[in-house]
C-alpha cells in the first residue's frame, strides 16, 4: 500500500545520491506531472517490452515518483508485487502517496548499487531513465542482475546522445546565437543522463553481467514540455541545464537568449502544449538460466 522502508546508501554512489536526495529531488518533485507527462510515450513503450504478467514480481530501479510503478502494480495485479527503489527521499514520500490505493506495490529508500535486492527474487526488473547514473554500472547492473530469478527479464530506457535531443539541442541553438558556449564541467551530474548512449557499451554492460537475448531498439517520442511558450521556457529557466547554460551570462545578454528560445520554441507549439522530440534505447535481456 505504497510504503516505504529505508536501508543506508554506501558512500561509492554518494554523489548521485547527494544530488537526488536533496534539492534536485525536491525540484522534480514539484515538476512531478510534467515529468511524467514529458515521458508518458516512453512509459507505454517501457511497459509494452516489459510484457508483466499478472501474479509476477517486480523490481523498479530508479522508480521517482512512483508513475511507472503505479502502472507495474496495476497489471501485476494483486497476486503480484512490486518494489520501487530509489535513492530520492523526496520522491519517494510522492510515490507512496501515489500508490497507497494498491496493496501489491512498496518502495525502498535504497541505492540499487550497493543495496541488497535479495538474490532472485524477481520475474522482472524494469528501470525509466534510472540506469544511467550509478557511479559503477558494471556492480549496479550486476546487482541488478543477482535480483532476478534464473530466466527473468530486464527492461529499461535510457537516453541515446545528448546531441540527438531536439529537447535540448533546439533552444540550447538558439541561446548559443546570442550567449558563449558555456565551459562543460565533464563532473556536471546531468551529463550522466547520456553514459549509456552508446549501444555498444550497453551490449557489453548487460553481457558481463550474464544476460542473454540482449536487444537494444532506438525509441522516439515527442516530449511534453509545458501548456505554452511562456510555460516552457520558465520551466527551462529552472532546469539544471538551462542554469549551466547561462551560468556565466550577464541580465541583459541571457534575456536575448531566453528571447531567441522562446522564438525557437514557437515552432513547437501545438494545440495540446510544446513537445519536442526525444530519442532513447529501449533495451530488453534475460537471465541466463541456471
Same mark, same amino acid.
Given at each position: 500500500?505504497?510504503?516505504? !522502508?529505508?536501508?543506508?546508501?554506501?558512500?561509492?554512489?554518494?554523489?548521485? #545520491?547527494?544530488?537526488w536526495?536533496?534539492?534536485?529531488?525536491?525540484?522534480?518533485?514539484?515538476?512531478?506531472?510534467?515529468?511524467?507527462?514529458?515521458?508518458?510515450?516512453?512509459?507505454?513503450?517501457?511497459?509494452?517490452?516489459?510484457?508483466?504478467?499478472?501474479?509476477?514480481?517486480v523490481?523498479?530501479?530508479?522508480?521517482?515518483?512512483?508513475?511507472?510503478a503505479y502502472? $507495474?502494480?496495476?497489471?501485476?495485479?494483486?497476486?503480484?508485487?512490486?518494489?520501487?527503489?530509489?535513492?530520492?527521499?523526496?520522491?519517494?514520500?510522492?510515490?507512496?502517496?501515489r500508490?497507497?490505493?494498491?496493496?501489491?506495490?512498496?518502495?525502498?529508500?535504497?541505492? &540499487?548499487?550497493?543495496?541488497?535486492?535479495?538474490?532472485?527474487?524477481?520475474? $522482472?526488473?524494469? !528501470?525509466?531513465?534510472?540506469v544511467?547514473?550509478?557511479?559503477?554500472?558494471?556492480?549496479?547492473?550486476?546487482?541488478?542482475?543477482?535480483?532476478?530469478?534464473?530466466?527473468?527479464?530486464? &527492461?529499461?530506457?535510457?537516453?541515446?546522445?545528448?546531441?540527438?535531443?531536439?529537447?535540448?539541442?533546439?533552444?540550447?541553438?538558439?541561446?548559443?546565437?546570442?550567449?558563449?558556449?558555456?565551459?562543460?564541467?565533464?563532473?556536471?551530474?546531468?551529463?550522466?543522463?547520456?553514459?549509456?548512449?552508446?549501444?555498444?557499451?550497453?551490449?557489453?554492460?548487460?553481457?558481463?553481467?550474464?544476460?542473454?537475448?540482449?536487444?537494444?531498439?532506438?525509441?522516439? !517520442?515527442?516530449?511534453?514540455?509545458?501548456?505554452?511558450?511562456?510555460?516552457? #521556457?520558465?520551466?527551462?529557466?529552472?532546469?539544471?541545464?538551462?542554469? $549551466?547554460?547561462f &551560468?556565466?551570462?550577464?541580465?541583459?545578454?541571457?534575456?536575448?537568449?531566453?528571447?531567441a528560445?522562446?522564438?525557437?520554441?514557437?515552432?513547437?507549439?501545438? !494545440?495540446?502544449?510544446?513537445?519536442?522530440?526525444?530519442?532513447?534505447?529501449?533495451?530488453? &535481456?534475460?537471465?541466463?538460466?541456471?
Amino acid at each position: 500500500m505504497g510504503n516505504v !522502508s529505508s536501508d543506508s546508501a554506501e558512500l561509492d554512489n554518494a554523489g548521485m #545520491v547527494q544530488v537526488w536526495d536533496g534539492q534536485v529531488g525536491r525540484d522534480w518533485v514539484a515538476e512531478q506531472d510534467r515529468y511524467a507527462r514529458m515521458n508518458a510515450g516512453f512509459t507505454e513503450m517501457l511497459l509494452a517490452a516489459a510484457a508483466v504478467q499478472p501474479g509476477e514480481r517486480v523490481l523498479e530501479v530508479g522508480c521517482g515518483f512512483g508513475a511507472v510503478a503505479y502502472r $507495474l502494480g496495476e497489471l501485476a495485479g494483486p497476486a503480484g508485487e512490486v518494489v520501487g527503489v530509489d535513492v530520492s527521499g523526496p520522491m519517494l514520500e510522492v510515490a507512496a502517496e501515489r500508490a497507497a490505493d494498491l496493496a501489491q506495490v512498496s518502495f525502498r529508500h535504497d541505492d &540499487a548499487q550497493e543495496g541488497d535486492l535479495g538474490e532472485a527474487s524477481y520475474a $522482472l526488473a524494469v !528501470s525509466q531513465f534510472g540506469v544511467m547514473f550509478f557511479a559503477d554500472p558494471a556492480k549496479a547492473i550486476g546487482n541488478i542482475v543477482s535480483a532476478l530469478r534464473p530466466g527473468g527479464r530486464l &527492461a529499461f530506457t535510457c537516453w541515446q546522445d545528448m546531441s540527438l535531443q531536439p529537447r535540448i539541442v533546439v533552444p540550447a541553438a538558439a541561446a548559443l546565437t546570442h550567449i558563449p558556449v558555456p565551459e562543460m564541467d565533464q563532473d556536471f551530474w546531468g551529463l550522466k543522463a547520456f553514459s549509456l548512449a552508446d549501444p555498444q557499451a550497453i551490449e557489453d554492460l548487460l553481457g558481463h553481467a550474464g544476460l542473454a537475448d540482449i536487444r537494444i531498439e532506438p525509441a522516439t !517520442s515527442p516530449e511534453y514540455l509545458g501548456s505554452d511558450v511562456a510555460d516552457t #521556457v520558465e520551466f527551462m529557466r529552472r532546469t539544471e541545464f538551462g542554469q $549551466l547554460l547561462f &551560468a556565466d551570462v550577464d541580465n541583459q545578454t541571457a534575456e536575448r537568449g531566453w528571447d531567441a528560445v522562446a522564438t525557437a520554441l514557437t515552432d513547437h507549439q501545438t !494545440s495540446d502544449g510544446v513537445y519536442l522530440d526525444g530519442a532513447a534505447w529501449l533495451v530488453t &535481456a534475460r537471465r541466463e538460466p541456471a
